[in-house]
């Protein structure tokens, strides 16, 4: 009987340890599984600020002096890391501000060197100064100190005031121009400057230009100078001007706006233009007439509407008006006579040479044609027969070839263009 109950307690233990294995076994499973978990750390960005540079980095590092050492980024004793944004763990970002060799002069006027980092704030706190209305630094708190920064504790600035025609020292807690000018009392009128502006900040032994200013209008009368022009006159001989039309200035109302600054004209501005009188444009006639030069023939003077040049007589079935123009024609040609002249000589169809036996292109004026000439400029040649023809016709140029008496008459003929009455 008892041998059967000690079957039945073994029996019982195995199976109770079994069951104690079974746990065991899940606890340490599990555990194993929890410390896997939490040993695990998730990275997380840093930004790093020096200055306007900026470094990212991806870390795990929880300490802020160990996430710099991560980027890289070495620090000196004195420098210093401003952590107010720095959550480890989470994207933050740390700030570095490097030790810097600064100037601080305390209001006794005491001068300190040394190595700080930090805005300039923090460097006037670990000098034991507190800043008040009428304590103030040279310098703006909020920046960050630099290599050879000088940080001036000031009670009241120096500052020189030019105002109506006035120069003021005067010393100031004002912090800046516009603060200035109310504490002196002095007043802006609406287009009055200063300078520098008013919201310039105050520094030590600095000038303030106050300028009085106003815009005064002004009207003048100017003159409007007249104009010129040349006309061409046939009435008047060539190289001789008359004015016909008087020029005459006109006027004109010119309305201009002054600034002045401190009494003087700075700068002026036109703001309006009314022409008041109109100016007369000056006529100036100018002359165009050529008198012709007489044309000497021998001893002969022959000059405009004169004696006919040719020798040859009028047959009297011809008549010629007083215009030179004959009264009974068959038609006219026009172009242009040349001259030549062959002393002695005879004519192509054997007529004598002689003033009045011209030269002429055959194909267009028959031989023994009769014409009377006059040039377009009034001289008259007179009868003339179609007697001779030349080296002209080749050129194509000229209508006829007058004969002349001498080598001197034909320079004095020249080149002319004639009408030709075919009688």
């Not at 920046?143 to 025609?165: C, F, M, P, Q, R």
């Not at 061409?232 to 002054?258: C, F, H, P, R, W």
């Not at 008549?319 to 024609?329: A, K």
Request: hydrophobic share 35%; charged share 25%; with cysteine.
């Amino acid at each position: 009987m008892n041998q059967n109950i000690k079957g039945q307690v073994k029996a019982t233990q195995k199976t109770a340890f079994r069951v104690i294995a079974i746990i065991m076994a899940f606890v340490i499973l599990f555990a194993g599984t929890a410390f896997a978990a939490t040993s695990e750390v998730s990275t997380y960005i840093v930004d790093i600020y020096e200055g306007s540079q900026v470094t990212r980095i991806e870390t795990t590092e929880t300490v802020a002096e160990k996430v710099v050492a991560e980027a890289g980024i070495q620090l000196s004793d004195d420098d210093k890391l401003l952590l107010d944004g720095f959550k480890p763990g989470e994207d933050s970002r740390i700030v570095i501000y490097r030790a810097s060799l600064v100037t601080f002069v305390h209001t006794n006027g005491k001068t300190l060197k040394t190595m700080f980092a930090g805005t300039v704030a923090e460097l006037i706190e670990s000098q034991g100064v507190t800043l008040t209305d009428k304590i103030f630094s040279s310098v703006n708190v909020n920046a960050v100190v630099t290599d050879n920064l000088k940080v001036e504790i000031i009670s009241a600035y120096d500052i020189i005031i030019n105002v109506d025609g006035e120069q003021k020292s005067v010393k100031t807690t004002a912090r800046t121009v516009g603060e200035l000018l109310e504490e002196q009392k002095i007043v802006l009128d609406e287009d009055d400057e200063v300078v520098p502006t008013a919201d310039t900040e105050l520094s030590n032994n600095l000038t303030v230009d106050v300028l009085r200013v106003e815009f005064v209008t002004r009207e003048e009368t100017e003159s409007i100078p007249f104009t010129s022009e040349k006309v061409n006159s046939s009435a008047l001989k060539k190289g001789v001007q008359k004015t016909a039309q008087k020029g005459v200035n006109g006027e004109k109302l010119i309305t201009y706006k002054d600034k002045v600054v401190n009494g003087v004209v700075e700068s002026t501005e036109t703001v309006g233009e009314t022409v008041t009188k109109e100016p007369i444009k000056e006529i100036i006639k100018v002359g165009t007439l050529v008198k012709e030069p007489t044309i000497k023939l021998g001893n002969n003077k022959i000059e405009k509407n004169g004696n006919p040049i040719s020798e040859v007589p009028l047959p009297s079935e011809y008549t010629i008006g007083d215009n030179n123009v004959p009264t009974e024609y068959k038609y006219t040609i026009k172009g242009r006579a040349a001259a030549y002249c062959i002393p002695g000589g005879t004519t192509s169809t054997g007529r004598p040479a002689k003033p009045g036996h011209i030269a002429v292109n055959p194909n267009q004026i028959p031989y023994g044609t009769e014409m009377w000439i006059v040039s377009d400029d009034g001289v008259v040649y007179g009868y003339a027969i179609a007697a001779d023809t030349g080296g002209f016709v080749k050129k194509g140029y000229f209508t006829c070839d007058l004969y002349m008496n001498s080598t001197e008459q034909c320079y004095q003929w020249g080149d002319r263009g004639v009408t030709i009455y075919v009688l």
